[in-house]
């Protein structure tokens, strides 16, 4: 498994997932460097299709990664936080806090 996914996150992508028009849809997660050592995010969902994204199935959650992404997030866990301060997906990297 390249990365790991906590409860909120796994929830809050199902939530997405369940609000999708088809079955067959998939949680397309894309990440890039941004800032001193953080990274910033885009999510979709979208349907597979034949392009530089694979198909992973995390906890679960059919989710279309690339391979830039997988690459960045290796080892990582992936959070999704909801507080007044901050919405969105928080990236814990293996040895850093």
């Known amino acids: 498994m390249p990365f790991e996914l906590t409860p909120a996150a796994e929830r809050f992508m199902r939530r997405m997932l369940r609000f999708s028009a088809t079955p067959t849809s998939a949680f397309r997660l894309r ?38 992404t997988q690459g960045l997030l290796a080892g990582a866990t992936v959070d999704f936080s909801d507080t007044l301060a901050h919405s969105g997906f928080v990236f814990r990297l293996p040895g850093k806090r």
């Not at 995010?41 to 034949?50: H, L, N, T, W």
């Open 31 to 68: 990440v890039r460097p941004s800032g001193s050592a953080g990274f910033s995010s885009e999510y979709d969902i979208e349907e597979p299709a034949p392009d530089s994204a694979e198909l992973l199935v995390i906890c679960g959650v059919r989710m279309l990664v690339d391979f830039r």
